[in-house]
């Protein structure tokens, strides 16, 4: 399911990058902050997904435990956001970055929250 999601998302990357998608998600635009809502559940998803299939592992940093999916999340889209800014067409967005943590934190939480259930189903 991970792997899915994962190219899906390479898909839609691939697609807004090239130019090929951007039709196709015009209508975001149409919606007030769609774009900042898409970021939202497309990287808030893929944190959940990676959470689960990593069975929720945190890492330690201090006092914190941080989830390895979470943090996968994280840094990819973090990457593909910074890569914009080399981009003809795109543009880096700290609003989109936030919209990205945002997304990755609560679906953590819930990942976790799923977890008593997700183990009922193995």
């Not at 973090?78 to 990755?104: H, I, K, M, P």
Request: aromatic share 14%.
């Amino acid at each position: 399911m991970a792997a899915v999601y994962m190219a899906f998302l390479g898909l839609v990357v691939f697609s807004v990058n090239t130019g090929i998608g951007r039709p196709i998600f015009k209508w975001v635009k149409t919606i007030p902050e769609g774009d900042k809502m898409i970021h939202f559940m497309l990287v808030g998803l893929l944190a959940f997904v990676l959470n689960v299939y990593l069975k929720n592992r945190v890492i330690k940093f201090g006092n914190i435990d941080l989830m390895k999916g979470g943090l996968i999340a994280s840094a990819i889209f973090t990457l593909e956001e910074f890569s914009q800014l080399f981009l003809d067409g795109r543009t880096f967005s700290l609003a989109d970055a936030f919209a990205n943590y945002c997304g990755v934190f609560l679906f953590s939480k819930l990942a976790l929250l799923a977890e008593p259930y997700l183990l009922k189903t193995k």
